[in-house]
């Protein structure tokens, strides 16, 4: 059972906005910045949104984070193919001596 | 251009213990953090803990408390991680990253692990 809560999967069609929430508590979202990372399939994880909506150099502006008490989505506009990938959220959490925590992940499928 | 390069593939059998270790290069070594991700044949993301690779400091996941182990060596830029007492259900590929304070996240990975525990 995963500290942060996403939804098990999504679609959208090429070309599409498609949006990936994520619940989390007073310890975690609620007090820290979250991050998100795409995962290709067969790949490790790549950073694609730090500090609730910021993007590395190099992540398109197709991609957009955002943050609301202790809940965080992301944004993909423009859907397209290559977007197909597990996505997660990750937050510092408070509790337990401090650690970070994962969403279970997102299984985005484009239709 | 920065890169973590890490070991490659191990099988163990129940009760061993695995090292897995993370050659960094591209950056300052002791300037950043490394944590240590896990992830269970199609699961999501386990966080196992993290080193400073400044001063030693070590912070582990509860669940993990007692079986593993984060070490850096500062002379050959490479961090550590050792599962002791090894279970089926350790057999995950592992990830280290490198951990941006700045940013409060993982910016950098490693390829990746797979630990194969198995009688």
């Known amino acids: 059972q995963s500290v942060l809560t996403q939804p098990p999967s999504a679609s959208g069609t090429p070309g599409q906005r498609v949006t990936i929430s994520c619940s989390g508590s007073?310890?975690?979202?609620?007090?820290?910045?979250v991050n998100w990372y795409q995962q290709l399939p067969g790949t490790a994880p790549k950073l694609l949104i730090y500090s609730n909506n910021q993007r590395p150099s190099g992540v398109p502006d197709r991609f957009s984070g955002s943050k609301s008490g202790t809940s965080a989505s992301l944004a993909i506009s423009g859907l397209q193919s290559e977007d197909e990938a597990d996505y997660y959220c990750a937050a510092w959490d408070d509790s337990l001596n401090g650690r970070w925590v994962f969403g279970g992940g997102t299984k985005l499928t484009v239709l | 251009q920065v890169q973590l390069v890490q070991s490659g593939a191990e099988v163990k059998k129940p009760g061993a213990s695995v090292k897995v270790s993370c050659k960094a290069s591209?950056?300052?070594?002791?300037?950043?953090?490394i944590s240590w991700v896990r992830q269970a044949p199609g699961q999501g993301l386990e966080w196992m803990g993290w080193i400073s690779a400044y001063n030693g400091n070590t912070n582990y996941a509860q669940k993990l408390q007692g079986r593993v182990t984060m070490t850096t060596d500062t002379s050959t830029s490479t961090a550590y991680m050792e599962l002791r007492s090894l279970r089926s259900d350790d057999t995950a590929v592992y990830y280290c990253?490198?951990?941006?304070?700045?940013?409060?996240?993982?910016?950098?990975w490693g390829q990746g692990t797979l630990v194969t525990v198995s009688s």
């Open positions: 007073s310890s975690n979202i609620g007090s820290n910045t």
């Open positions: 990253a490198r951990i941006n304070s700045g940013y409060d996240s993982f910016d950098y």
């Open positions: 591209g950056y300052t070594f002791t300037s950043y953090g």
